[in-house]
């Protein structure tokens, strides 16, 4: 497949340097970013995907799970800051 794809000028600077540094043609560094991006994402979908799947059969509504990790998340800074003051 071909894929034609604009990008801005400094971007494009960007590419053909790193490029160049990895010794690869500008194809051959995009392509080999493409797969990783591709097999970053299906690490995380295939790692989280019980966890995600336990808490979608919990019921629990997305705002529930929000806020449940944000009182968490509070609850650590709380026990951080007692922790270091």
Do not use: N, Y
């Not at 043609?25 to 493409?34: H, N, R, S, T």
């Not at 790692?47 to 990790?69: L, R």
Request: charged share 30%; hydrophobic share 40%; with cysteine.
């Amino acid at each position: 497949m071909t894929v034609t794809i604009h990008l801005p000028t400094d971007l494009e600077t960007s590419l053909r340097q790193h490029a160049a540094r990895s010794g690869q043609e500008i194809g051959e560094f995009v392509l080999q970013a493409v797969k990783e991006k591709i097999a970053k994402a299906d690490g995380l979908v295939e790692s989280c995907g019980p966890f995600a799947d336990a808490v979608a059969a919990s019921g629990v509504s997305d705002d529930e799970f929000d806020e449940f990790f944000e009182e968490a998340r509070e609850d650590v800074w709380q026990e951080k800051q007692g922790k270091t003051g």
